[in-house]
């Protein structure tokens, strides 16, 4: 009987890549909207804001290191464009 794949010994090496894309409802964003108390700036927002996202990820051994990259939609009125920003994580399972 082989152990379940929790405990199996990891490959040296490997990589995968990965993507997905989501949508978010907004109801209240205080940093676009303002103060909740009293008057202060704000901006008309946008109700549904999505997402892309897709990465790459190379293992070796118990070391992984993943490269994200994501867009998103406007998100108020008179935004020039949506935002694109990437991460990069270096882990280590112990």
């Given at each position: 009987?082989?152990a379940?794949?929790?405990?199996?010994?990891p490959?040296?090496?490997?990589?995968?890549?990965?993507?997905?894309?989501?949508?978010q409802?907004?109801?209240?964003?205080?940093?676009?909207?303002?103060n909740?108390?009293a008057?202060?700036?704000?901006?008309?927002?946008?109700?549904?804001?999505?997402?892309?996202h897709?990465?790459?990820?190379i293992?070796?051994?118990r070391?992984r290191?993943?490269?994200t990259?994501?867009?998103r939609?406007?998100?108020?009125d008179?935004?020039?464009?949506?935002?694109?920003?990437?991460?990069?994580?270096?882990?280590?399972?112990?």
């Amino acid at each position: 009987m082989s152990a379940p794949p929790a405990f199996e010994e990891p490959a040296f090496f490997g990589w995968y890549i990965f993507g997905g894309a989501d949508a978010q409802l907004v109801l209240w964003d205080i940093f676009l909207e303002g103060n909740t108390v009293a008057d202060s700036h704000s901006v008309s927002k946008k109700h549904v804001v999505g997402s892309a996202h897709f990465g790459a990820t190379i293992v070796f051994g118990r070391t992984r290191l993943t490269f994200t990259q994501v867009f998103r939609t406007k998100e108020f009125d008179g935004q020039d464009s949506g935002d694109r920003f990437g991460t990069v994580a270096l882990s280590v399972n112990f």
